[in-house]
């Protein structure tokens, strides 16, 4: 695709905006338990609207038994109680449409929790109405497991209920039971979640391993993992092809699009396709049908090294068909911080990280505490509240370095919470990184995060659909925005010097500079006006 030549269309403001994902349990805890709510997400919409963000994607906020964190549904259609009320999630979406900005729930359909009353209705008996809308199995002769399949969060993926004496499949907790896609009563059901949620006003869902809900009808066993797999995929252990990506997904994703643009005003939908390859990736935006936005994870697990990610900037525009609106982040609630994963903490490289997130042609979502920089928290064992660090401690920390408590400011509570609370993770370094400091002073992360998000409203070759790479130094990545936009960026320690002329709009330093030639320091980067 010659993204040079392409034209101006119109844009969708999920296109053209800044998304910012809400862990609610560590965002802010307006109750004083040490959990942050709803209201705590109510009471901050001075800061997401102060920093100029579009839309919020919120973690699961429904009722659940919490043995992940939410990601273990109970009832689709209700609050968490510790989260809030039914009323505070309306008045949420209300109060944040009134300073326009749209609210993204998360979707959970590959599974419930053990909980939810589908699956206490199915397990009750083999034939009762909900049976079929979960994954079922008799055992093998030897009464091992029906197929070799490995939960991705250790062991089989298969649970003996003793009662009916078949399996049921998992590929998460054992307390989270695989739907059944082939159901169209599980279908059903899900559409009127959706149409649920439309009615109260989001504009949108993130869908939970949307690449993955439907299995192979005949659970034929996984085959293992090859030397040159990437290493997330040998962390499993196998090649999920039969347990996950299978081709009728397509199907299931191209019905949610219905729904969702049935809907007046369309709402959209956004896919954690945790796939590790973009041409895999490209499929699940179908023809303009199915996914609006699909996680770039290729991107997530690329270094931040400069002909590194521009190979990978650059092949995800070559994969994606035309139709396909790319999507950027740094972190989330699974991968942890990219302040820590890719910049160790180096202030440079967290701004030229903001600056590349915050301007390549596509749609960021940043995490909370992206925005000031907020890296991971050593979580010590007996802290832990993730069952995958619970499970892999020592060698897999788990989650939580990248869940703890948002942190507003150096107080004691941090801001989160009332001083004298623990708070239901450990807070990090508040002292040293929150939002009132780095408010307060100019030239701040938060300031270049704003400054970054303001410069796209405002400027509208970033919100373009044309992105072209300039030829540059080694250990750099340049890139032209629609007609006269130029990002640079020096990713290497030393000094370069880029031949370019034109006005320096913003600088992730801060430095006021000038170009033709434009000399940036080690890990700086210039947006200009190209003379
Ligand atoms: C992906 C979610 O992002 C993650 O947090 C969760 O543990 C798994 N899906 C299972 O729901």
Request: aromatic residues 10%; glycine residues 8%; charged residues 25%.
């Amino acid at each position: 695709m010659d993204l040079g030549r392409m034209t101006r269309k119109q844009m969708e403001w999920w296109q053209e905006g800044v998304l910012y994902q809400i862990y609610p349990r560590s965002f802010r805890d307006s109750d004083g338990d040490g959990v942050g709510d709803l209201r705590g997400v109510i009471q901050s919409l001075d800061h997401l609207e102060w920093l100029g963000v579009d839309g919020v994607w919120l973690n699961p906020i429904h009722p659940s038994p919490n043995a992940d964190w939410g990601y273990d549904v109970a009832d689709y259609k209700g609050v968490h109680p510790e989260l809030g009320s039914m009323k505070d999630a309306e008045e949420l979406i209300a109060a944040a449409g009134e300073r326009g900005i749209k609210i993204l729930l998360d979707l959970v359909p590959n599974h419930t929790s053990r909980a939810h009353p589908w699956f206490v209705d199915a397990l009750s008996s083999k034939d009762a109405l909900h049976r079929d809308w979960y994954v079922w199995a008799d055992p093998k002769p030897d009464g091992s497991p029906p197929n070799n399949w490995l939960s991705m969060f250790g062991g089989s993926a298969w649970e003996f209920d003793e009662s009916s004496g078949q399996y049921y499949l998992h590929n998460f907790l054992d307390s989270q039971a695989d739907l059944n896609w082939w159901s169209d009563d599980v279908r059903d059901a899900f559409d009127d979640v959706l149409r649920f949620w439309f009615e109260k006003g989001v504009a949108g869902f993130r869908i939970d391993v949307a690449h993955a809900v439907v299995k192979d009808k005949e659970l034929r066993d996984n085959p293992p993992t090859e030397a040159d797999d990437h290493p997330e995929i040998r962390r499993v252990g196998q090649r999920t092809v039969y347990s996950m990506n299978r081709p009728e997904v397509h199907d299931v994703l191209r019905g949610w699009r219905k729904v969702a643009r049935s809907q007046d005003p369309p709402r959209i939908l956004v896919g954690e396709t945790y796939v590790l390859d973009l041409p895999r990736l490209a499929t699940f935006y179908g023809n303009g049908d199915e996914l609006d936005l699909a996680f770039n994870f290729p991107m997530v697990f690329s270094p931040l090294v400069g002909p590194v990610m521009k190979e990978t900037v650059e092949m995800t525009f070559d994969q994606l068909p035309e139709v396909a609106w790319p999507v950027w982040m740094g972190s989330n609630h699974d991968v942890l911080r990219f302040p820590t994963r890719w910049c160790a903490g180096d202030e440079r490289k967290i701004r030229i990280a903001l600056m590349m997130l915050l301007t390549l042609r596509g749609t960021p979502f940043l995490y909370y505490g992206d925005e000031i920089g907020m890296t991971n928290v050593d979580v010590p064992y007996e802290q832990m509240k993730d069952p995958v660090g619970l499970r892999f401690h020592p060698e897999n920390v788990g989650r939580d370095p990248g869940r703890t408590p948002m942190q507003w400011s150096g107080d004691e509570g941090a801001g989160f919470t009332d001083p004298g609370v623990t708070p239901w993770l450990p807070f990090g370094d508040h002292d040293r990184i929150n939002v009132e400091d780095q408010k307060a002073a100019g030239g701040s992360i938060l300031h270049l995060t704003r400054d970054l998000i303001s410069l796209r409203k405002k400027t509208e070759d970033l919100r373009s659909v044309t992105q072209v790479t300039i030829p540059s130094p080694d250990g750099s990545f340049a890139y032209a925005r629609g007609a006269a936009t130029a990002v640079v960026l020096n990713m290497d320690d030393a000094p370069r010097t880029f031949e370019i002329d034109g006005d320096v709009l913003l600088t992730s330093s801060g430095r006021d500079l000038s170009a033709s030639p434009l000399n940036l320091e080690g890990w700086e980067g210039a947006i200009l006006v190209r003379g």
